[in-house]
């Protein structure tokens, strides 16, 4: 029995992705990247965050864990020029390791990135519960509500291979129904393949996924979808609890806590099927409304 044109698809972006973030290493602490042959105009940022990790990562005994990272982006980036990836080892101590990475393309710094590692140690353990929603087999797909709606799938939804089954509406959807704007995005999602089983791998993965939604619960919130929206990611950060693997699905609990000034900010918890909260996300963009003629961002009945 052969795979489907559909199967050979997702796993050869999967690949692609995959190779991408293996970083070929220049000098001691100096990496340069790529970005796939298929993808949109400027450099996905969660595929810079993720590849700023793996530089990280790579200076880092395998023995601690990247905890938290906090990153800005600066400027563009160019998918056409490799982006090389300068790591500063800043401390090296007893429990913590850190670092800091900067992203350099035409020589200018278009990202940085400071991430903490840990050495793993026991202590308090408790958590916020994970929201009560759907289980994503219940749920269509974003590639198929898009294909529902348009006829066809965008060429960044299309080819990225990371499955995502949003729990309550669209952005496209609240745009055309006032009804539906929301504070709150929960989304399924997961690597659509099998990811090798090291833990620095997995965290990259959702570091890249982690910037695919959050800026869209803005929009929700005021019912406008991408058209008549300049957007980009300002800041990202992220903290990382336990362990957990990027090719199950994991529930990404986003929220849309204010907007102002051209910027929006939002949140997100991601958790296990089985209810372990695995990191927390915080990213600010930018969001400039080119056309807002007839619109009013008020929410139903406030």
Same mark, same amino acid.
């Given at each position: 029995?052969?795979?489907?044109?559909?199967?050979?698809?997702?796993?050869?972006?999967?690949?692609?992705?995959?190779?991408?973030?293996?970083?070929?290493?220049?000098?001691?602490?100096?990496?340069?990247?790529?970005?796939?042959?298929?993808?949109?105009?400027?450099?996905?940022?969660?595929?810079?965050?993720?590849?700023?990790?793996?530089?990280?990562?790579?200076?880092?005994?395998?023995?601690?864990?990247?905890?938290?990272?906090?990153?800005?982006?600066?400027?563009?980036?160019?998918?056409?020029?490799?982006?090389?990836?300068?790591?500063?080892?800043?401390?090296?101590?007893?429990?913590?390791?850190?670092?800091?990475?900067?992203?350099?393309?035409?020589?200018?710094?278009?990202?940085?990135?400071?991430?903490?590692?840990?050495?793993?140690?026991?202590?308090?353990?408790?958590?916020?519960?994970?929201? +009560?929603?759907?289980?994503?087999?219940?749920?269509?797909?974003?590639?198929?509500?898009?294909?529902?709606?348009?006829?066809?799938?965008?060429?960044?939804?299309?080819?990225?291979?990371?499955?995502?089954?949003?729990?309550?509406?669209?952005?496209?959807?609240?745009?055309?129904?006032?009804?539906?704007?929301?504070?709150?995005?929960?989304?399924?999602?997961?690597?659509?393949?099998?990811?090798?089983?090291?833990?620095?791998?997995?965290?990259?993965?959702?570091?890249?996924?982690?910037?695919?939604?959050?800026?869209?619960?803005?929009?929700?919130?005021?019912?406008?979808?991408?058209?008549?929206?300049?957007?980009?990611?300002?800041?990202?950060?992220?903290?990382?609890?336990?362990?957990?693997?990027? +090719?199950?699905?994991?529930?990404?609990?986003?929220?849309?806590?204010?907007?102002?000034?051209?910027?929006?900010?939002?949140?997100?918890?991601?958790?296990?099927? +089985?209810?372990?909260?695995?990191?927390?996300?915080?990213?600010?963009?930018?969001?400039?409304?080119?056309?807002?003629?007839?619109?009013?961002?008020?929410?139903? +009945?406030?």
């Amino acid at each position: 029995m052969t795979e489907s044109a559909g199967e050979q698809t997702r796993g050869q972006s999967l690949d692609g992705l995959l190779a991408v973030l293996d970083l070929e290493r220049i000098e001691v602490n100096i990496f340069r990247g790529s970005s796939p042959a298929e993808g949109p105009q400027r450099v996905f940022g969660g595929l810079v965050a993720g590849q700023a990790l793996v530089a990280a990562g790579r200076t880092v005994p395998e023995e601690r864990h990247v905890h938290s990272l906090h990153a800005y982006f600066i400027r563009p980036g160019d998918p056409a020029v490799p982006i090389v990836y300068e790591v500063d080892r800043v401390r090296d101590g007893r429990s913590f390791t850190t670092r800091r990475v900067v992203a350099i393309q035409h020589g200018k710094p278009i990202f940085t990135l400071s991430a903490s590692f840990h050495k793993e140690e026991p202590g308090l353990d408790h958590q916020i519960p994970m929201p +009560d929603v759907p289980p994503p087999e219940d749920l269509p797909s974003t590639r198929e509500r898009l294909q529902a709606a348009f006829g066809k799938v965008p060429g960044f939804v299309r080819w990225h291979p990371i499955e995502l089954r949003p729990v309550g509406p669209l952005s496209f959807e609240a745009e055309r129904d006032p009804q539906l704007r929301t504070a709150t995005n929960p989304v399924w999602l997961k690597v659509d393949g099998k990811l090798p089983d090291d833990r620095l791998t997995q965290v990259c993965l959702m570091t890249y996924a982690s910037d695919m939604t959050l800026l869209d619960t803005v929009l929700l919130r005021h019912g406008r979808s991408f058209a008549g929206i300049s957007m980009a990611s300002l800041d990202h950060a992220m903290w990382f609890h336990r362990p957990f693997r990027a +090719d199950e699905w994991l529930l990404y609990a986003q929220e849309a806590p204010t907007a102002q000034g051209a910027r929006g900010l939002a949140r997100g918890l991601v958790y296990t099927r +089985d209810g372990q909260l695995v990191c927390s996300v915080v990213q600010e963009g930018l969001i400039r409304v080119v056309d807002a003629e007839g619109w009013s961002d008020a929410l139903p +009945d406030s």
